[in-house]
C-alpha cells in the first residue's frame, strides 16, 4: 500500500477512514509477522510506512471529530474542558478586564467624598 496522504483522507467519510484503518492494521500485522518469520527486505522497510499511514488517518480522524464537536458547541454557553482555550494555567485564572475595573462600595465612596485635589499652576 503507497504512502496516505492528509489532504486526500480529507475529504472522504469517517466510515471510509475507519476501513482504511481497519486495512492499514491488519497489514502491519502481516508485515510483524513477516518480519519474525524472515520476511524480505523490502517488506521490512514497509512497516514503517505503514505505521506512519496508520498515524495520519487517526490524526485527521481526530481533527475532523474535533472541529464537528467545535461546531456543535459553538453556541453553547460552556465549553468541554478540551475544546477549551488552553494558554496557560496562570491566565485562565486571571482576572477578567471587567472584573478588574469593579470597584468596592468602600473604594467608591472614598473617590466620591475624596476626589483628586486640582491645582492652579501659575504660568
Not at 472584573?99 to 468596592?104: A, F, G, L
Amino acid at each position: 500500500m503507497a504512502k496516505i496522504k492528509a489532504y486526500e483522507l480529507r475529504s472522504s467519510k469517517k466510515d471510509a477512514m475507519l476501513k482504511k484503518l481497519e486495512e492499514l492494521k491488519n497489514e502491519l500485522g502481516q508485515l510483524r509477522v513477516a518480519k519474525v518469520t524472515g520476511g524480505a527486505q523490502s517488506k521490512l522497510a514497509k512497516i514503517k510506512v505503514v505505521r506512519k499511514s496508520i498515524a495520519r488517518v487517526l490524526t485527521v480522524y481526530n481533527q475532523t471529530q474535533k472541529s464537528k464537536l467545535r461546531e456543535v458547541y459553538a453556541d453553547r454557553k460552556y465549553l468541554p474542558t478540551d475544546l477549551r482555550v488552553k494558554k496557560t494555567r496562570a491566565i485562565r485564572r486571571q482576572l477578567s478586564d471587567d472584573e478588574k475595573s469593579k470597584k468596592t462600595a468602600k473604594s467608591l465612596k472614598a473617590i466620591r467624598n475624596f476626589p483628586n485635589r486640582r491645582f492652579a499652576v501659575k504660568a
